[in-house]
């Protein structure tokens, strides 16, 4: 008679004396965890990018309605960018740069 302990056992390929979890179970937890770091580490540049562009509006005493006309997009993105929660565009990165005469991106071309 099979028993439902031993179809489980053979579905998941699960070692029930040491309660191992099922290779499946590990590759999706790895991955998992691989796609936190990511954000983890976008969201660490994202809130980079906000403080450089805060500071810099308040040097040229820009409000974000200002900043949003030279970057040709909304106000209410720029709120969002400066929340550091945005991950943006090489697009907008460059637009930033532009409006605000800031490098965000450096080293690509040093030996200009």
Known sequence: MVTLQSRLKKVFLMDT????????ALLS???GMTME????????YSQGIAVAMSK????????????????NCT????SK???GKKNMSLETI????????IKI?????ENE
Do not use: F
């Open 75 to 78: 106000q209410q993105y720029i």
């Open 37 to 44: 770091q990511d954000i983890k580490n976008w969201s660490q």
């Open 105 to 109: 991106i450096k080293g690509l071309n």
């Open 17 to 24: 004396t040491t309660c191992r979890k099922p290779p499946a």
């Open 81 to 83: 960018v400066l929340k």
């Open 56 to 71: 810099r509006m308040a040097e040229l005493g820009l409000t974000q309605r200002m900043l949003a006309e030279k970057m």
């Open 29 to 31: 937890e790895t991955q």
């Open 94 to 101: 460059c637009k930033i740069e532009n409006a605000l005469g």
